[in-house]
């Protein structure tokens, strides 16, 4: 799409090369097999080692642990750039680096950095992360997953996680459990956990509508007993696992952007194209209407994420910053799938255009990483002060 | 091992190009640009021969305004060591003043290899390569669809019409590069930031008068198309047919 | 008086039809000054049996460079030698055909003789001060014209663009000695491997049918060489990305990194047009095209059009042109 705000003269030279390297992957090796993988309902796996190549997997960790080293702005251009392949594709991406490199990275002993690192960064191992239960979502807090310490000093593990990206594919799962049965979230620890050991088990979970190009998966664990050094040492309390979920919503604000972007230029050049009533149905004022509310919110949520970015580098970010971004950027977007949907008419059913599959794909992200409701509730505490969550 | 590439940065082929007011050449304001795409694989080809190797380095070379940086970094963000920048406010039509300013770079670089693309895509003439290797009197060998390189000596398949040469020469040598033999590498994003770091050396194109040059641009007529005769084989028949009498060409 | 010089490449012993449009063009841009037309022709011992084609299409005099060692072509050879005779004879023009081995040698002419030269013409026109040429540029989607001021003018002409014409001239064959000893050469052929025998080229066939995805397998080209065949003189090309696929081999490719064909008919076989794919056969005299999607770009090009599903089109096509030749 244009760049109408010449948004590009924010960004540096450097940035503006790894989002055009990430658009030229997507363009020649996601878009032409996503529709079928999206009807098929399978995640293209192989895409996972050219994307490993391109250095996408913890992009904005040090270059000392096999990573990019990039800053924040281009790991959001990363995600924009995935998403506009498919929110599952970014999904895989945004699970491995923000939800398993990011705990390890930050929660980690030396020696797991330099053992997970950078053979995750190399897909070689593929990571998922365990918070989310049956039925425990958006109150984590509640979890019942439970660690017991034994007096060899391993941990022995019980519990299940269900809307676990890369859940079946993964070979080491960040599992987030209350311990020594103190119920109370200050208890939660995290654990890397090897996903052949015995008692752990994973269950892809069928019939989904959404994000179909993805693994997504229960996982239970039972008995599950891991070594000492499983344990995440400096992880502690829900604080943990809300910090990388932070890392990851940042992205997903980005990302959702990307998802946006390809409905509107999928509506636009349509709109350009398709004749009816002898003229194209761009030189409508309703269709025109449609692709204008498009582009003004594209524009406000690009703005919006780029100085989250920088806000971010400059590592003077918070939380409520990147919530106000994520149910933005995330509502914005679904609105303009489904117009895009509606523009491209009975076209747009049809799993070769990509409006639909988007339109279905974010309702996903509508939910996931905080659904919006959380994220209004969030912003209210931080304009009023005052917790209206419920409990 | 010691590799040059001479890349050119044109613009995106996919574009829609307008003439100058003038009509004398494309109008190339608010065009993107990027690397050739023969030149791509000429550095690709480059790349792989020193990974092979587990020795040497890829030297990208361009003549132009400073624009033409941005070509340089992306093949340092491939992997290039080092590049050279060598300025001219605009680039000559005349390929054999741009071939004597590179290898007047080019002649003491102690280079092994000297690679060019088959042709740049907006020039479309394919004349530098084989000139500056004349001019450096080093062997030129083009059109070259697969390369190999062992101690000091290369051996090349030529693709010509129906058919192809092997052929065998001694380095140093200049060789341009066909379709067929590498799909370039996207620049890694740790390439990308690695590439500021390395060296790209500026300094003034030493360039002639030029005694080629593009004296007007025409978009060719454009076709008439868009006929859809019928539907699956049933529309066969009037296809034979249009072909024998209006088409003419059965 | 202003002769042209022109070189006239031969493979296996053989002259190939490209030396005749040289000549042919030499022919042209002597005949503005009553000039000679002198072509220049290596080989191995027994080329010089080919000179009276030379002549009969308007060489005055055919320089026969005759050695073992030129059994192959050799572009150093071809280029120390033609370089030679160029400044020996005070030429006003240099010509070649822009085939691959004229692309290699006609720049290193030029570049022995220390001047410019237009590459890959479409047509040419003597000025007072020199050649105005128009050259395909931009992904073949503009027709520039270039000005050459340097002399000699040295020009290559893009294979087909101009048909060899019979003008017979005298085509007095002389002996020339080549100017390096063809054994020093640095680049030698070691092999010379054959295409698909009995085959047009790509580039000189007058019917090329081409393939795409659109076939859905390898195995389905079959029906485009069976179509190709029924023709009867048709050469098969293929689309980039089944080229990457491993479908067909990438010397088969038409398109703006593969070859540029000009037939009269280009029959484009689930190719969905892509311009990296037309820009190698967008002048192609008429353009069929079969594909399953009605929107493709294809079909914006194509001067006749079928919907549907290439592999039951393919096969009516080809009986029904095997019927259409039968007739004649």
Redesign the interface.
Known sequence: MQDFYNIDSLLS??EI??RD??R??VDDNVLPIIGECYVEGRFPREIVP?LA????FG?NLP?EYGC???NNV?YGL?MQELERGDSGVRSFASVQGALVMYPIYAFGSEEQKRHYLPKMASGEIIGCFGLTEPDFGSNPAGMITMAREQSDGSWVINGAKMWITNGSTAQAAIVWAKTNDDKDQRSIRGFIVPTNTKGFRSKDQKGKLSLRASDTSELVLEDVRVPKDALLPKSGGLKSPLMCLTQARYGISWGALGAAIACFEEASSYAKTRIMFDRPIGGFQLQQLRLAEMLTEIVKGQLLCVQLGRLKDRGDFTPQQVSLAKRNNVHIATDIAREARRLLGANGILAEYSAMRHMANLESVYTYEGTHDVHTLVLGQAVTGLNAFGA | MKIAVCIKRVPDMESRFRISSDGKVVDETGLKFDMSDFDGYAVEVALQITEKLGQGEVVVVSLGPDAVQ?AL??AL?MGAARAIHLKADRVPSDGFAIARALASELKSGGFDLIMFGKHAMDTMSGVVGPMTAELLGLPNVSAVSKLDVVQGRGTARRELEGAAEIVEFPLPAVVSIDEGIARP?????????A??KKPLESKPAQLDAPRLEVTKTELPPDRQGGRIIGEGAAAVPELVRLLQTEAKVL | MANVLVFAETRSGDLRKVALEAVTAGRALADKDGGEVHAVMLGAPGIASKAEQLGRHGADVVLVVEHQALANHSAEVAAATVAARAKAGAYAAVVFSASAQGKDLAPRVAAKLGVPMAADVLSFERTGTGINAKHAGYASKVVQTLTLSAQPAILSVRPGAVAPAATPKSGRVESLAPAMDPGTARVVVKEMVQGRSGKPDLGEAPVVVSGGRGLRAAENFRLVEELADAFGNAAVGCTRAVADDGWRPQSDQIGQTGRTVSPQLYVAVGISGAIQHLAGMRTAKTIVAINRDKEAPIFKVADYGIVGDALEIVPALTAAVREAKKGH
């Open positions: 030279e450097e090369a790894v390297s990430v030229r992957f050219g190549e391109l250095g996408v992009a270059e990019a080293g990039l281009a990363i | 941005e970094r992306k963000s590498r996207y620049p890694s994003l740790k390439g990308i930031m590439a500021k």
